[in-house]
């Protein structure tokens, strides 16, 4: 079990601070712990191109995005990156052909007859740019668990949050070891998409040390579908009556689970303050015929999906 | 232990040969006259023959020497000293008590000894500090800490302010072995790192070798903190306590017989939780945060040749959350010892210890969803020791030690919805055993040897699954290929090591000397932790059949040399240390309640040299030190930094400290410190990259602690009022203690990480990616406490 993981999902269940950041602040009630922005210079380094193709069963236009990484704190969107060919193949039989939209975009819709696939389908993710010849990425489609129901409780302030309504979703990992999902929370149709409300399941718990399979998802996965408050807005619920709550449950390759994984670690590694670990590069799974790195993952996701009005 | 006897065998005849035939011997305890503690390291020393001895750690000295009338002369800094004249025509013993000088030597002293020890003694690479002096030192919040102030001598360093633990000369600090009367203390921090679990009222004796560690020493590759605690006041009633800001001292002592039997009771609680329970609200009511030890000790002479002692340690820290979670954690420790004089020249010393770490860590609000996690490491130990006074100019010591350990690396178990889940590891266990026998000898006036072998040896045992693992890829876990059940104490694996020991110095005149030493040293347990600061719930491994131990190796050189007298003690050294299989951790590694843990693991190299510098003035009314260590400590580990050796986490250039100590008068004494230490290494994020709208932070150059945070600097002051007896027969002494830590303000960093900004990120706007500086102090922090006495 990572730190991260346990310092801050064991405990945190919703949206409340980090059972690490709770000790600190206790214990430095004396002590003035502080955080200062500093300028700071990194080293300079190679751009590298980024593919971000996490692809599912949706009937919604699918988009693979190819663009490169850029100075740390060149805080801009990423330069596209343009003009290349962008193909799924699929089972060795179907070749799915992205469009060039512009803007580093590339898309496939699907039609009424036509999905991406079915569950244990094999991709291949194949890309042509001007500079690298054929870069290449596999995934296979696994399933993911249907959604049983999402709970909404009201509950009284405490460490984890304010008074108010918090939800919960019900499901239960899928039968075998080795299972891994994203589980997506939505409010209002707006994706949660705070780094710390990235919500990951291997099986039912964390990650792979632990083997708990088969079991409804433990309470902290459960309930990390609550949306974590902006600083200015700590003291109010994650929901209020009226609120749409849309939870997916996305599956994963384990080598989208184990990038993701550090993804979120390294961009939370700063909050386990003098805990930190060493940062690490997240591994993708693209490869290049021309032995340059390419950044970036390749997946194609089964979803499940459940809405819930609260009240 | 079978191996133990034929080499006691082959050392005690060694030692005869060496024997003297005729020679009678003066033997005894050296002893504190005001309450009975004994004196380790009291010089005795025969004026006519200009030979000496030292006490050991029990205070008891042994000399042989032809019949004859001698005078005697009994020393210990800030004591007075006894000359006497003796007839020796018969071994002889002699317990001598020393009563405390009542010349305005020093309060505050740098070690308790004879005041050339530095420069004649054998033992080099080792930092002692006398309580007084720990004492004495400006402290945060005013508590006095024993490890915060070995922070303050040559050598030894700290990965920043509230990391628990310390490093020395570029060991980890696991390298460390921590001693509390014998038995390894595994972690020793409350609350993180900011105060260690040495009660000062409890602990007589602060030893740290940091070089040349004796053969009678081993199991880590870097250091030995030996900590011995008071026996217990003899002669009468003493009580000592203490109040200060964030926790509170009481210590009892008492003889139980009078010279005879005596005991020490000390404890320590924190109130911090009381005193923030008015801070305490958006549920934080409840809450608990607190931390507490006691330490206990008695001891009893059996008669002259027999005494025994039983000490014993348990503290811990809790942190919880109405019901919502719990943490805690602690060490406990129990030695029981056994003191026995075979004749006046062979003293014994048999130690059985036991000695356990443990944590427990709860969530969940009720019996349908929780989760609940146990860990410890716990052993026993049972260590013969024996020291043979041959002449004064040579003694032998052997002895052997087999520790038997237990690793409970995680009992968890989880409830999901009712369902229960059992995650628990299976216990590890191992037997660790180590057999030596060292020479301390005197070669004409000016060399003096200490040379020894230690044999250890290690079997990890069953009950248990023994796994392999496939190749090593970089970036990846290793796969297990292969799995294979022992039954109970079945062996897995088994190692041995032969550790040879070496410290030769040379005198150069009464004031001066050169030292040399080389120790091999190896270590068996390991503590897994790849995060800058070691956590409460880091969790110690022993070796394996895939993690071997880890072998130090180091030479250090040295010149001493005092001046005026004894009045200002200098020294140099210079140590190169390297290490082998040392422990490091893929990138993303899972470390806790992970079954296939070795997986994750990766073995390399580490090298570490510096040179120490210190100057010390110990006599007047103003003393003090300057310490300076130019150093650097590296490591390689294939997979890390593109394979190339990088700078630890706690590497640092300069590490400086100025202490000074002046009495102004009777009643008051001020203090400061000092210290400037290089910025650690750390590693920053090159670029940055979006993925399904995240920005990760990406090393593009796959380096390792490349940049440098910036330097620490701190100045802390202290003074201390006094109290005064208001007339001879008043037992209440006070004294008011003020501080201020940090006194110029200065946000020293612990580190620098990378974040985006906390709050959510619009469909339409680019992610703020940024720099931050962590200060664990933020400001200066002024404290006062009472410290009292009655006695």
Same mark, same amino acid.
């Given at each position: 079990?990572?730190?991260?993981?346990?310092?801050?999902?064991?405990?945190?269940?919703?949206?409340?601070?980090? &059972?690490?950041?709770?000790?600190?602040?206790?214990?430095?009630?004396?002590?003035?712990?502080?955080?200062?922005?500093?300028?700071?210079?990194?080293?300079?380094?190679?751009?590298?191109?980024?593919?971000?193709?996490?692809?599912?069963?949706?009937?919604?236009?699918? %988009?693979?995005?190819?663009?490169?990484?850029?100075?740390?704190?060149?805080?801009?969107?990423?330069?596209?990156?343009?003009?290349?060919?962008?193909?799924?193949?699929?089972?060795?039989?179907? %070749?799915?052909?992205?469009?060039?939209?512009?803007?580093?975009?590339? %898309?496939?819709?699907?039609?009424?007859?036509?999905?991406?696939?079915?569950?244990?389908?094999?991709?291949?993710?194949?890309?042509?740019?001007?500079?690298?010849?054929?870069?290449?990425?596999?995934?296979?489609?696994?399933?993911?668990?249907?959604?049983?129901?999402?709970?909404?409780?009201?509950?009284?302030?405490?460490?984890?949050?304010?008074?108010?309504?918090?939800?919960?979703?019900?499901?239960?990992?899928?039968?075998?070891?080795?299972?891994?999902?994203?589980?997506?929370?939505?409010?209002?149709?707006?994706?949660?998409?705070?780094?710390?409300?990235?919500?990951?399941?291997?099986?039912?718990?964390?990650?792979?040390?632990?083997?708990?399979?088969?079991?409804?998802?433990?309470?902290?996965?459960?309930?990390?579908?609550?949306?974590?408050?902006?600083?200015?807005?700590?003291?109010?619920?994650?929901?209020?009556?009226?609120?749409?709550?849309?939870?997916?449950?996305?599956?994963?390759? &384990?080598?989208?689970?184990?990038?993701?994984?550090?993804?979120?670690?390294?961009?939370?590694?700063?909050?386990?303050?003098?805990?930190?670990?060493?940062?690490?590069?997240?591994?993708?799974?693209?490869?290049?015929?021309?032995?340059?790195?390419?950044?970036?993952?390749?997946?194609?996701?089964?979803?499940?999906?459940?809405?819930?009005?609260?009240? | 232990?079978?191996?133990?006897?034929?080499?006691?065998?082959?050392?005690?005849?060694?030692?005869?040969?060496?024997?003297?035939?005729?020679?009678?011997?003066?033997?005894?305890?050296?002893?504190?006259?005001?309450?009975?503690?004994?004196?380790?390291?009291?010089?005795?020393?025969?004026?006519?023959?200009?030979?000496?001895?030292?006490?050991?750690?029990?205070?008891?000295?042994?000399?042989?020497?032809?019949?004859?009338?001698?005078?005697?002369?009994?020393?210990?800094?800030?004591?007075?000293?006894?000359?006497?004249?003796?007839?020796?025509?018969?071994?002889?013993?002699?317990?001598?008590?020393?009563?405390?000088?009542?010349?305005?030597?020093?309060?505050?002293?740098?070690?308790?000894?004879?005041?050339?020890?530095?420069?004649?003694?054998?033992?080099?690479?080792?930092?002692?500090?006398?309580?007084?002096?720990?004492?004495?030192?400006?402290?945060?919040?005013?508590?006095?800490?024993?490890?915060?102030?070995?922070?303050?001598?040559?050598?030894?360093?700290?990965?920043?302010?509230?990391?628990?633990?310390?490093?020395?000369?570029?060991?980890?600090?696991?390298?460390?072995?921590?001693?509390?009367?014998?038995?390894?203390?595994?972690?020793?921090?409350?609350?993180?790192?900011?105060?260690?679990?040495?009660?000062?009222?409890?602990?007589?004796?602060?030893?740290?070798?940091?070089?040349?560690?004796?053969?009678?020493?081993?199991?880590?590759?870097?250091?030995?903190?030996?900590?011995?605690?008071?026996?217990?006041?003899?002669?009468?009633? +003493?009580?000592?306590?203490?109040?200060?800001?964030?926790?509170?001292?009481?210590?009892?002592?008492?003889?139980?017989?009078?010279?005879?039997?005596?005991?020490?009771?000390?404890?320590?609680?924190?109130?911090?939780?009381?005193?923030?329970?008015?801070?305490?609200?958006?549920?934080?009511?409840?809450?608990?945060?607190?931390?507490?030890?006691?330490?206990?000790?008695?001891?009893?002479?059996?008669?002259?040749?027999?005494?025994?002692?039983?000490?014993?340690?348990?503290?811990?820290?809790?942190?919880?959350?109405?019901?919502?979670?719990?943490?805690?954690?602690?060490?406990?420790?129990?030695?029981?010892?056994?003191?026995?004089?075979?004749?006046?020249?062979?003293?014994?010393?048999?130690?059985?210890?036991?000695?356990?770490?443990?944590?427990?860590?709860?969530?969940?609000?009720?019996?349908?969803?929780?989760?609940?996690?146990?860990?410890?490491?716990?052993?026993?130990?049972?260590?013969?020791?024996?020291?043979?006074?041959?002449?004064?100019?040579?003694?032998?010591?052997?002895?052997? !030690?087999?520790?038997?350990?237990?690793?409970?690396?995680?009992?968890?178990?989880?409830?999901?919805?009712?369902?229960?889940?059992?995650?628990?590891?299976?216990?590890?266990?191992?037997?660790?055993? +180590?057999?030596?026998?060292?020479?301390?000898?005197?070669?004409?006036?000016?060399?003096?040897?200490?040379?020894?072998?230690?044999?250890?040896?290690?079997?990890?045992?069953?009950?248990?699954?023994?796994?392999?693992?496939?190749?090593?890829?970089?970036?990846?876990?290793?796969?297990?290929?292969?799995?294979?059940?022992?039954?109970?104490?079945?062996?897995?694996?088994?190692?041995?090591?032969?550790?040879?020991?070496?410290?030769?110095?040379?005198?150069?005149?009464?004031?001066?000397?050169? #030292?040399?030493?080389?120790?091999?040293?190896?270590?068996?347990?390991?503590?897994?932790?790849?995060?800058?600061?070691?956590?409460?719930?880091?969790?110690?491994?022993?070796?394996?059949?895939?993690?071997?131990? !880890?072998?130090?190796? !180091?030479?250090?050189?040295?010149?001493?040399?005092?001046?005026?007298?004894?009045?200002?003690?200098?020294?140099?050294?210079?140590?190169?240390?390297?290490?082998?299989?040392?422990?490091?951790?893929?990138?993303?590694?899972?470390?806790?309640?992970?079954?296939?843990?070795?997986?994750?693991?990766?073995?390399?190299?580490?090298?570490?040299?510096?040179?120490?510098?210190?100057?010390?003035?110990?006599?007047?009314?103003?003393?003090?030190?300057?310490?300076?260590?130019?150093?650097?400590?590296?490591?390689?580990?294939?997979?890390?930094?593109?394979?190339?050796?990088?700078?630890?986490?706690?590497?640092?250039?300069?590490?400086?400290?100025?202490?000074?100590?002046?009495?102004?008068?009777?009643?008051?004494?001020?203090?400061?410190?000092?210290?400037?230490?290089?910025?650690?290494?750390?590693?920053?994020?090159?670029?940055?990259?979006?993925? !399904?709208?995240?920005?990760?932070?990406?090393?593009?150059?796959?380096?390792?602690?490349?940049?440098?945070?910036?330097?620490?600097?701190?100045?802390?002051?202290?003074?201390?009022?006094?109290?005064?007896? #208001?007339?001879?027969?008043?037992?209440?002494?006070?004294?008011?203690?003020?501080?201020?830590?940090?006194?110029?303000?200065?946000?020293?960093?612990?580190?620098?990480?990378?974040?985006?900004?906390?709050?959510?990120?619009?469909?339409?706007?680019?992610?703020?990616?940024?720099?931050?500086?962590?200060?664990?102090?933020?400001?200066?922090?002024?404290?006062?406490?009472?410290?009292?006495?009655?006695?």
């Amino acid at each position: 079990m990572k730190y991260r993981m346990f310092w801050m999902n064991k405990f945190r269940g919703v949206s409340g601070p980090s &059972l690490l950041y709770v000790m600190g602040l206790v214990a430095f009630i004396f002590i003035t712990s502080c955080e200062d922005v500093v300028d700071i210079e990194t080293a300079d380094a190679p751009s590298q191109l980024v593919v971000d193709a996490w692809l599912t069963d949706e009937d919604k236009p699918q %988009t693979i995005r190819l663009t490169r990484s850029q100075p740390y704190f060149n805080s801009e969107f990423a330069q596209a990156m343009e003009g290349a060919t962008v193909e799924v193949l699929r089972n060795n039989n179907t %070749t799915i052909i992205f469009a060039d939209q512009g803007a580093g975009n590339y %898309t496939w819709t699907p039609t009424e007859e036509e999905r991406i696939g079915n569950i244990g389908d094999r991709y291949i993710l194949q890309i042509s740019t001007a500079d690298i010849p054929i870069i290449s990425a596999e995934a296979t489609m696994n399933p993911s668990p249907k959604i049983d129901s999402i709970k909404v409780i009201f509950r009284e302030n405490d460490l984890r949050g304010p008074d108010g309504l918090y939800a919960e979703f019900f499901a239960r990992d899928l039968p075998g070891f080795g299972n891994t999902y994203w589980i997506k929370a939505f409010k209002n149709y707006e994706y949660l998409n705070k780094p710390d409300e990235i919500n990951l399941a291997y099986d039912a718990g964390f990650d792979a040390g632990a083997e708990i399979d088969n079991l409804i998802f433990i309470p902290p996965i459960r309930e990390q579908v609550n949306p974590v408050p902006d600083s200015a807005d700590a003291d109010l619920p994650p929901f209020v009556e009226g609120d749409l709550l849309r939870v997916e449950i996305h599956s994963l390759t &384990l080598e989208a689970f184990e990038f993701m994984s550090t993804v979120r670690d390294e961009i939370l590694n700063g909050t386990n303050t003098i805990f930190a670990t060493p940062i690490a590069n997240a591994q993708g799974n693209i490869q290049s015929t021309s032995g340059e790195k390419i950044l970036g993952v390749f997946n194609v996701a089964n979803v499940t999906r459940l809405d819930k009005r609260i009240e | 232990m079978t191996k133990v006897v034929p080499l006691i065998l082959f050392c005690l005849l060694c030692a005869s040969s060496l024997l003297g035939q005729e020679k009678v011997t003066l033997s005894g305890y050296v002893k504190d006259a005001s309450n009975g503690e004994t004196l380790i390291g009291a010089t005795v020393f025969v004026v006519e023959t200009q030979q000496g001895a030292t006490s050991n750690d029990y205070g008891y000295y042994s000399l042989s020497v032809d019949p004859g009338n001698y005078t005697i002369e009994f020393a210990y800094l800030g004591f007075k000293s006894i000359r006497e004249s003796i007839v020796l025509d018969k071994n002889t013993i002699r317990n001598i008590e020393l009563g405390e000088s009542t010349e305005q030597l020093t309060e505050v002293i740098v070690t308790g000894e004879a005041a050339d020890k530095n420069v004649t003694d054998i033992e080099m690479s080792v930092s002692k500090l006398d309580i007084k002096t720990i004492k004495g030192v400006p402290a945060l919040l005013g508590e006095v800490e024993v490890i915060r102030s070995l922070q303050l001598l040559p050598g030894v360093t700290s990965v920043g302010e509230g990391a628990s633990g310390f490093n020395v000369r570029g060991g980890s600090i696991d390298q460390n072995l921590v001693l509390l009367d014998e038995a390894p203390v595994f972690n020793s921090s409350h609350l993180f790192g900011f105060f260690s679990v040495f009660n000062p009222d409890a602990i007589k004796d602060v030893k740290l070798y940091k070089g040349g560690i004796p053969a009678r020493y081993g199991g880590r590759i870097s250091s030995i903190l030996d900590v011995r605690m008071k026996e217990g006041n003899s002669k009468n009633l +003493a009580i000592d306590g203490g109040i200060g800001f964030i926790f509170s001292r009481l210590s009892v002592e008492a003889p139980i017989v009078k010279d005879k039997a005596s005991f020490i009771v000390a404890g320590r609680r924190s109130y911090i939780d009381v005193l923030a329970k008015p801070f305490l609200n958006d549920g934080l009511e409840g809450s608990i945060l607190n931390f507490y030890d006691l330490t206990l000790k008695t001891n009893y002479n059996i008669n002259e040749n027999n005494r025994v002692f039983l000490s014993g340690y348990f503290g811990r820290d809790n942190f919880g959350f109405g019901n919502a979670a719990g943490f805690n954690w602690g060490n406990s420790t129990g030695t029981l010892r056994w003191n026995h004089l075979f004749n006046e020249r062979l003293f014994s010393n048999f130690t059985v210890y036991f000695s356990d770490y443990d944590y427990r860590i709860n969530f969940g609000e009720d019996a349908v969803n929780s989760f609940t996690w146990k860990a410890n490491i716990e052993n026993y130990s049972v260590k013969p020791e024996f020291t043979y006074f041959i002449n004064p100019k040579n003694i032998l010591r052997f002895g052997g !030690q087999a520790i038997v350990y237990t690793f409970t690396p995680g009992n968890a178990v989880g409830v999901s919805e009712g369902e229960i889940s059992d995650v628990s590891l299976d216990d590890r266990y191992a037997i660790e055993s +180590a057999a030596y026998a060292e020479v301390e000898q005197d070669i004409g006036d000016r060399f003096s040897l200490n040379y020894g072998l230690r044999l250890s040896h290690f079997n990890y045992t069953g009950k248990g699954n023994a796994y392999t693992y496939g190749e090593f890829t970089p970036g990846a876990r290793r796969p297990v290929i292969g799995v294979q059940e022992y039954g109970q104490w079945e062996s897995i694996q088994t190692y041995l090591n032969l550790e040879p020991r070496l410290s030769v110095k040379y005198q150069l005149n009464d004031f001066s000397s050169l #030292k040399a030493s080389y120790n091999r040293t190896s270590q068996y347990i390991h503590l897994i932790s790849n995060t800058t600061a070691s956590t409460p719930v880091d969790v110690w491994t022993p070796s394996t059949n895939n993690i071997k131990p !880890q072998i130090g190796d !180091q030479v250090a050189i040295g010149y001493f040399r005092n001046f005026q007298n004894n009045t200002y003690e200098f020294s140099s050294e210079f140590y190169y240390k390297k290490m082998q299989n040392i422990v490091d951790y893929i990138d993303g590694a899972d470390l806790l309640l992970n079954e296939f843990l070795e997986g994750d693991l990766l073995a390399g190299e580490g090298r570490a040299y510096g040179w120490e510098l210190q100057a010390k003035k110990s006599k007047g009314t103003f003393t003090g030190w300057v310490s300076y260590t130019l150093a650097r400590t590296e490591r390689q580990v294939q997979g890390i930094n593109q394979n190339n050796w990088y700078p630890s986490r706690f590497d640092q250039l300069h590490n400086l400290s100025i202490n000074g100590f002046y009495d102004i008068n009777d009643r008051w004494s001020v203090s400061g410190t000092f210290v400037f230490n290089s910025g650690t290494p750390t590693t920053f994020a090159t670029s940055r990259y979006e993925q !399904q709208g995240y920005v990760v932070p990406h090393n593009a150059i796959d380096t390792r602690n490349n940049v440098r945070i910036p330097n620490y600097h701190r100045l802390d002051i202290g003074a201390t009022l006094k109290g005064r007896k #208001k007339s001879p027969d008043d037992k209440w002494v006070g004294d008011w203690v003020f501080s201020i830590y940090n006194i110029y303000n200065r946000r020293n960093p612990f580190s620098i990480y990378f974040r985006q900004d906390g709050d959510r990120v619009l469909p339409d706007a680019p992610t703020t990616t940024e720099a931050i500086q962590l200060s664990v102090v933020g400001s200066f922090i002024p404290s006062i406490s009472y410290n009292f006495k009655f006695q």
